[in-house]
């Protein structure tokens, strides 16, 4: 199947050769490579991209799930434009700054301020750094196979860049092993940061008891509790706080709520995020020159005031539910052990046998199978991750959707069905 892969792509070979001369591996993001080389992208419309060599595919990377608008939504490429022409580095507070702030604290009800920065990874530091400041206490509990951001990667062994913040470890969705440690640590814990459903740790999502008994511990001894939703916050309206009903102290924000451009965003309780106000006595400084750029304030502004409504929300979420579940009846049907998982709009395929409530029975995947199924999709015309995380955008509809059950049932049966 790469040899295959390799002779449809001969242009994306020579760009990754070419751009290996000064990038190593061809490319500034370590989730972007996969063997033999990536295909690379010139354009994309919808929920379609096209490549270098030609291919059109149906995506369902969507930037990891940040791309949630599709690649051409009409308002958000308006509202674009519209500041472009009206000058880009302003240098001072300008009109869509505030009018974005009241759009997510409208919307996410844990969030009564907030300040924005550039990417999830700076929310989620600072968000830590707060924590620690505010309690005046060292250390941050974070759950095995979590994911937080470039320099906080606790996924599949880690990075030896992580950065120093003296983390300690639980194990996701691990009630009575998660509430001793909270406890044991006492008057030491700043913080427990969790995502309310593991992303790039495979869409497992947190049961709501867990999210509740975190919630409860940490109260409990006056540890502050961070939900990082920057890639759950899709998943729901009113994020997946909003949907189990359960208040962290802080939420950590970003990819598609800049509208496509980059961005980070922490918020929270008003009392805690107000320590931020530069006109209070000791104010904890948060500088960042590009925090209010106008192409993210612009384009996250109106994504979520004018195309992700609640209805557009409850609609691809929906149509998510629907793929899992149709791809679940495949491999059913097929005979073929695996399971897909998730929540509405993001999900993952592994091959592994269900259930998986937690990420231990992951460890049982042979990854030469989800590696031949990323290869082989990519040759049916669908983008996917080769981790098998799929993310749907709003313009991938019943037809999209339909197409790609068919392909995934038909490489079920072509190359890997079990024969009576
Ligand atoms: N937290 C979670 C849960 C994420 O999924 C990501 C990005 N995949 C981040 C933080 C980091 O965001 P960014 O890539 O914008 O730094």
Sequence with gaps: ????????????LARQNEAAASLPGGNTRAVLW??????????????????????????????YSAGFYGHSDKAISAALVDVIQGGILLGAPNRYEARLAAAVVDRFPAIERVRF???????????????????????????????????????????????????IFADYNDIA????????????????????????GGCIPATREFLEALRAATKETGALLIFDEVMTSRLDYRALHGAHGVFPDFVTLGKYIGGGASFGAFGGRADLIDRFDPASPGAFSHGGTFNN????????????????????????????????????????????????????????????????????????ADPSVIALWHVEML????????????????????????????AFDDFLSSNLKVLP
């Design 117 to 167: 920065c550039n990417s999830g990874t700076e929310a989620n530091v600072m968000a830590i750094s707060a924590a620690r400041a505010i309690t005046q206490r060292s250390n941050i509990l974070a759950f095995r196979e979590g994911y937080h951001g470039g320099v906080l990667t606790f996924a599949h062994g880690g990075s030896p860049l992580n950065l120093p913040f003296p983390f």
């Design 1 to 12: 199947a790469r040899q295959r892969f390799a002779d449809a792509n001969p242009n994306s």
């Design 34 to 63: 996969y063997p033999p080389f990536p295909v690379s992208f010139v354009s994309g419309e919808g929920c379609r991209v096209t490549d270098f060599d030609g291919h059109t595919y149906v995506d369902l990377v969507s930037e």
């Design 177 to 200: 092993g998660a509430a001793a440690l909270v406890r044991e640590q006492g008057s030491d814990l700043a913080a427990v940061i969790v995502e309310p459903m593991l992303g790039g």
């Design 293 to 364: 750029n106008i192409l993210s304030m612009a384009a996250g502004y109106t994504g979520l005031t004018q195309v992700l409504t609640q209805e557009a929300s409850r609609a691809i979420n929906a149509r998510g539910d629907r793929l899992r579940e149709a791809m679940n009846v495949s491999l059913e049907r097929q005979g073929v052990e695996g399971i897909v998982i998730g929540r509405g709009s993001l999900m993952n395929l592994h091959f592994v046998k269900g259930p998986v409530e937690t990420p231990a029975p992951l460890d049982n």
């Design 379 to 406: 040759l049916r015309g669908y983008y996917v991750t080769p981790r098998g995380m799929l993310a749907l955008s709003l313009p991938f509809g019943d037809a999209e959707l339909a197409g790609f059950t068919a």
